[in-house]
C-alpha cells in the first residue's frame, strides 16, 4: 500500500519556524517529483513548492520564495518543507504529493498532475 505520511506541523508565532517531512512508503518515488500543496479554510487547495525527480530544480510559489525551502532525502524517500519566518497567511493544512508522470520534464504546480497524496499536517501561525 502506497502511503505518504506528513509530520512536523504545529503551533507557531509569527516569524517562527517549522520543518514538514513526507515520509513515503509501499513504493519508491526517487523518480518522480514531489510537491507540498496547502489549503487554508473555505480555500481551493494551492501550490506551494516542488522539487524535481533528480532534485535539481525547485519551484515555489511568490508568497513563500526566500522563506520556505523544498528538499528531499532519495535514501530515505522523504521529502521537506523548510518554513521560515511564517506569517499568520502560511496558516492551513499542508499536503504533500506525488507527481503522476515519472522522469518528467520540469516540474508543475497542478493539483491534477498528482496522484499520491498525504494526509496533511496542519500549520498554524498566530500573529
Known amino acids: 500500500q502506497v502511503q505518504l505520511v506528513e509530520s512536523g506541523g504545529g503551533l507557531v508565532q509569527a516569524g517562527g519556524s517549522l520543518r514538514l517531512s513526507c515520509a513515503a512508503s509501499g513504493r519508491t518515488f526517487s523518480t518522480y517529483a514531489m510537491a507540498w500543496f496547502r489549503q487554508a479554510p473555505g480555500k481551493e487547495r494551492e501550490f506551494v513548492a516542488v522539487i524535481s525527480w533528480s532534485g535539481t530544480t525547485t519551484y515555489y510559489q511568490d508568497s513563500v520564495k526566500g522563506r520556505f525551502t523544498i528538499s528531499r532525502d532519495k535514501a530515505i524517500n522523504t521529502v521537506y518543507l523548510q518554513m521560515n519566518n511564517l506569517e499568520p497567511e502560511d496558516t492551513a493544512v499542508y499536503f504533500c504529493?506525488?507527481?503522476?508522470?515519472?522522469?518528467?520534464?520540469?516540474?508543475?504546480?497542478?493539483?491534477?498532475?498528482?496522484?499520491?497524496w498525504g494526509q496533511g499536517t496542519q500549520v498554524t501561525v498566530s500573529s
Open positions: 504529493a506525488a507527481d503522476e508522470t515519472p522522469l518528467r520534464i520540469g516540474v508543475v504546480t497542478n493539483t491534477r498532475d498528482y496522484n499520491y
